[in-house]
C-alpha cells in the first residue's frame, strides 16, 4: 500500500486544531429554571455539552472522522496486490496422440508434466487454453491450484484422424485474446486415414 | 401586621372574613361549625324521618303527619359541623426558581389566605408541607383565626428546596390523612403531567373536595430573561439542556408553558375540581378576591 501524494497528509495538523477548538468552544450561560419541561419542546434545543470538563460529542467524532478521510483521499492512497498469474496453453491435438517409449501418449505426459508444474508454482491464478477443435479458453480462470487440476483431467485429445487447420496459432496469441469471446467457429478439414 | 405578610391589611382580612369555603358534598367535622355535615343533628336542616321510640324528645314528633297516619314520626336534622381543611403547599426547589418572581412567598401567601377564611368561619385547618427545608409547621389541625398568626410564623420558616415525587409525596401524605375534608393544592405543578394527575387523582379516589392553585412566576412563564445560547438546569433534578433562544423559541416556550396549565386546568374541570392559576406579577389581593370561585370559596 502506498499513497500517490504523501505531501497530503500535512492536513492532518487540522485535527489537533479541531480538538483544541472543540475544547476552547465558548461555554453557555447557565441558567437555574424550576423545571426543563418546556425547554424540551423547543426547537432550539442542542446537545448538553461539558460544563467545564470535556464530555463525549457525537458531533465532534463525526467531524474528526469525515476530516480524516478527506486528508486520506487527497493523500491518493493506492493498493499492490501481488499475484502471479499462469496461462497454460495445452494442445490437445491429434498429433499428442502419438505414443511415447514410456508407453503414454504425448499428451498424457504433457498433462502429467504440467500437474506436477502447477504444484511446484503458488500460482493465485490459472488460466487453461486448448487449440483443438478451435484455440479456446476451457473455463473461467481458476482460483486453487486442485480446481486446475481437475480441469487438466477433464482435457479430452480428439480422434487422431481431425487434423486442426489453425493449429499453428501462437500460444501469445491465445492468451492476448484470453479476456474477448473466443469464436466458435471451428475449421476442420479430414485427411485419409493411414 | 403580626407577622403577616404585608398584603394582609385589616381590610383584607375583613374581606376574607366574608367568605367561607364550599364544598360539593357533606363532609363529617370535629365540631360544631358552619358546614352541613352528613351526621343527624340539631340543625334546621331536615334530614328524615323515623319511627318515634320510648325516650325520644317529642318535641320533635311530627304532629301533622300523625295527623295523616296515627303513627308518631320524629324528625331529623342535619348536624352542622366544622369543616376539615388541608393546605398541601409545594415547598420543593423549583418554587424557588426564578428567584424574582418570589413563587414560593406568593405560595405561603395563598395558603394563609385560604387558611385565614377557613380559620375565621370556624372551620380547622392543617397546613401540609410537601418537601422543602426548615423547620415545618406541625401537621396537626389548628382551630380560631387567631392562629393565623402561629400559621404565618411557621410557615416563614420554610425554605423551598429539595425535589419530590409528586404523587409519591402525596400518596404518603394520605395515609396519615383520616378523615375527608377540603383539600388545597398550592403549586407550581411544573412536573409531568401523569405525575399531576395520578397526585391529584388520589383526593378524588379518597372523595375529597379538590382546589389546585397553581402559581407560576411572571419571568418563567413568559421566558424573559432567556437570550441567547444557555445551558438551563432543573432546580430539581440537575437536567441540563443547552438551548438556543431566540423571539421565535420563547414564544414556543411561552406557547408551551401554556399548554401545561391548560392541561392541568382542563384534566380538573373535567373531574369537578377546581383550578386557580396566579401569575406572580398579579396583585396578590384582587387576584384572591377576583378569584373566588375558581378557587372553591364563596361568599
Not at chain 2, 403531567?193 to 373536595?209: E, H, I, P, R, Y
Request: glycine letters at 6%; aromatic letters at 10%.
Amino acid at each position: 500500500m502506498g499513497l500517490l501524494y504523501p505531501g497530503a497528509l500535512v492536513f492532518f495538523a487540522i485535527v489537533p486544531a479541531l480538538v483544541l477548538a472543540y475544547l476552547a468552544r465558548e461555554r453557555p450561560s447557565r441558567v437555574t429554571v424550576s423545571s426543563v419541561i418546556a425547554f424540551r419542546a423547543l426547537r432550539g434545543l442542542r446537545k448538553e455539552r461539558f460544563g467545564g470538563r470535556p464530555r463525549l460529542d457525537w458531533m465532534f467524532l463525526v467531524e474528526v472522522v469525515l476530516l480524516s478521510m478527506a486528508v486520506l483521499a487527497m493523500a491518493g492512497p493506492y493498493l499492490v496486490r501481488k499475484s502471479t498469474p499462469i496461462a497454460v496453453v495445452i494442445d490437445n491435438s491429434a498429433a499428442m496422440q502419438a505414443k511415447l517409449d514410456s508407453g503414454f501418449t504425448r499428451f498424457e505426459d504433457a498433462i502429467g508434466k504440467l500437474e506436477r508444474k502447477l504444484s511446484a508454482t503458488d500460482a493465485t491464478e490459472t488460466t487453461i487454453f486448448v487449440t483443438t477443435p478451435a484455440p479456446h479458453r476451457i473455463a473461467p480462470p481458476f482460483d486453487s491450484e486442485p480446481e486446475a487440476q481437475i480441469a487438466l483431467r477433464g482435457i479430452r485429445s480428439p480422434a487422431p484422424s481431425i487434423v486442426l487447420r489453425n493449429r499453428s496459432r501462437s500460444s501469445a496469441q491465445l492468451i492476448a485474446r484470453s479476456s474477448a469471446p473466443i469464436s466458435s467457429t471451428p475449421n476442420f478439414s479430414s485427411v485419409p486415414s493411414s | 401586621m403580626f407577622g403577616l405578610p404585608e398584603d394582609f391589611t385589616p381590610q383584607f382580612l375583613a374581606r376574607l372574613e366574608e367568605l367561607r369555603i364550599r364544598t360539593r358534598r357533606q363532609y363529617p367535622g370535629m365540631g360544631k361549625g358552619a358546614h352541613l355535615s352528613p351526621k343527624r343533628g340539631s340543625s334546621l336542616e331536615f334530614s328524615d324521618y323515623r319511627h318515634y321510640s320510648t325516650g325520644d324528645d317529642f318535641r320533635y314528633i311530627d304532629w301533622g303527619l300523625y295527623a295523616r297516619t296515627d303513627k308518631y314520626y320524629i324528625k331529623l336534622f342535619k348536624e352542622e359541623e366544622d369543616l376539615l381543611t388541608y393546605i398541601f403547599l409545594d415547598a420543593s426547589a423549583s418554587m424557588r426558581y426564578p428567584a424574582e418572581d418570589r413563587k414560593f412567598e406568593k405560595a405561603v401567601m395563598i395558603a394563609l389566605a385560604l387558611a385565614y377564611v377557613a380559620l375565621a368561619s370556624g372551620d380547622r385547618v392543617m397546613i401540609r408541607i410537601l418537601a422543602g427545608a426548615g423547620d415545618h409547621p406541625e401537621p396537626v389541625f389548628v382551630h380560631g383565626r387567631h392562629r393565623i398568626v402561629e400559621l404565618a410564623r411557621k410557615l416563614g420558616e420554610v425554605e423551598p428546596g429539595g425535589r419530590y415525587d409528586f404523587a409519591q409525596a402525596l400518596a404518603r401524605e394520605m395515609l396519615s390523612i383520616r378523615r375527608a375534608g377540603k383539600v388545597f393544592v398550592i403549586s407550581d405543578f411544573l412536573m409531568m403531567l401523569n405525575s399531576v394527575t395520578k397526585g391529584l387523582g388520589l383526593f378524588m379516589a379518597a372523595s375529597m373536595d379538590l382546589t389546585a392553585v397553581q402559581v407560576l412566576g411572571e419571568r418563567e412563564l413568559k421566558g424573559q430573561g432567556l437570550d441567547g445560547d444557555i445551558e438551563v438546569v432543573d432546580s430539581e433534578s440537575g437536567e441540563r439542556l443547552r438551548v438556543a433562544i431566540g423571539a421565535r423559541e420563547r414564544e414556543q416556550y411561552r406557547q408551551t408553558m401554556m399548554r401545561l396549565t391548560r392541561e392541568i386546568r382542563s384534566f380538573c374541570l373535567k373531574r369537578g375540581l377546581h383550578y386557580s392559576l396566579y401569575v406572580t406579577d398579579q396583585e396578590f389581593q384582587s387576584f384572591f378576591l377576583r378569584a373566588v370561585t375558581e378557587l372553591g370559596l364563596a361568599h
